[in-house]
């Protein structure tokens, strides 16, 4: 999601709903060969008239594409900054209120305090269950759990 606001600031307000719209092409491809088509097929479409967007698209390409080896359930919340940012929001908008309001013991006590309760209504991540196999060094192409020589789908 920051590299779109990134990329979106180097461009003319006329022609970001297009690029924006072969941005999100990339990331929501099936598999990682057809996200390097939608990538390239992006480069090459508006590179002549904006190179400096699509240079900044350019330098962090394997970084942006490397949900492709986790799991598919994993996908949505490796593709947004949404949990991380969700989190701190409560905790942001107080200390902000309280700024300058106790001691930095006080301050942390109180974010403590608001993420414990925040959590309560936090949703668990999907596919969680595979969160062993991938610290594990289990190996996923394109979302699918590869065992041996046979390929599995992850449940």
Known sequence: ??????????????????????????????????????????????????????ECLAKDKDSMLAFYDYPAENWQHIRTTNPVESVFATVRLRTAKTKNCGSRMTTLTMAFKLMEVAQKKWFR????????????????VNGVKQNGDRKQVAA
Not at 14 to 29: C, D, F, G, R, T
Not at 125 to 140: E, P
Request: with cysteine.
């Open 125 to 140: 991540l999907r596919g969680y269950k595979l969160l062993a196999d991938v610290m594990q060094g289990v190996k996923f």
């Open 1 to 54: 999601m920051h590299k779109i606001a990134n990329v979106m600031e180097k461009l003319p307000k006329a022609m970001q709903p297009k690029v924006k719209e072969a941005l999100h092409n990339i990331w929501q491809a099936e598999t990682r060969e057809k996200a390097y088509k939608a990538f390239d097929n992006c480069i090459e479409r508006f590179s002549p008239k904006y190179p400096k967007a699509m």
